[in-house]
């Protein structure tokens, strides 16, 4: 349990590393990106919010009687949707800086830099491009079926539920691709990996999206899950090599 709440708090504890001396100018672009495509989303989220909640519990469903118990599962599920769509779009644009953040946390961590660590921001940007693309196919092909029982009258409560759970997972591959991608490690090993450890996977990803919820923090979130996912690698998933 104690391991399991460290992986929860780890993307907060990001937070203190991005204050490290040395570390902050590898802050900035993530910051700033995460500053303008967060406030877009959130202004989008506030639009459409009443149109959701109106759709997931319509006045002539059964499920309307059930409202006091399902529109907190609604409301999670919904602004797991719009955090989601902020991650995937901020983390395109800012994957070549974060990769340079990742690597240079270690280094504060360990003292030593990942022996593939990246070199400059022209030679990472299609590499973190195309891996930020094949995240996106990735979650695409998990989420699409339980896209569909959410939109089934009826089940669409056990879809908001299973798409939570899966949002923790996707947050998770999202940032610790970031650590293990310095140290050439590919796509279907991460997830090897991470499902060795469910639960701290889970607990991490949970972590990262309850920063996301936390007004002003959430600015900093995606700088400050790189640097916890960092720590989460060489805590747990560098020693499961074998």
Avoid: C
Wanted: proline content about 7%; overall charge positive; aromatic content about 14%.
């Amino acid at each position: 349990m104690t391991t399991l709440l460290r992986s929860f708090f780890l993307p907060l504890n990001g937070l203190r590393l991005l204050l490290s001396p040395g570390l902050r100018k590898y802050v900035v672009v993530p910051l700033l990106v995460n500053i303008l495509i967060f406030s877009l989303t959130a202004w989008i989220g506030a639009h459409y919010f009443d149109r959701f909640i109106a759709w997931a519990l319509p006045g002539e469903s059964w499920l309307h009687y059930l409202e006091w118990l399902l529109w907190p599962l609604f409301v999670i599920a919904y602004l797991l949707v719009a955090f989601y769509s902020f991650t995937i779009v901020a983390n395109l644009i800012a994957s070549p800086f974060n990769g340079i953040l990742a690597a240079r946390v270690e280094e504060k961590i360990t003292g030593r830099l990942p022996e593939e660590s990246p070199t400059g921001i022209m030679a990472e940007i299609l590499p973190a491009v195309a891996g930020e693309i094949g995240k996106i196919l990735h979650f695409v092909k998990l989420a699409i079926p339980v896209l569909i029982l959410m939109v089934i009258p009826g089940v669409n409560a056990i879809g908001s539920a299973l798409w939570i759970v899966l949002g923790f997972w996707f947050l998770t591959i999202e940032y610790i691709d970031y650590p293990m991608g310095n140290h050439q490690i590919r796509p279907r090993e991460q997830r090897r990996r991470l499902r060795k450890h469910p639960f701290h996977s889970w607990a991490f990803g949970a972590g990262a999206n309850l920063l996301m919820m936390i007004p002003v923090l959430n600015f900093a979130a995606m700088p400050a899950t790189v640097a916890g996912a960092t720590r989460l690698w060489l805590d747990l998933y560098s020693k499961d090599g074998q």
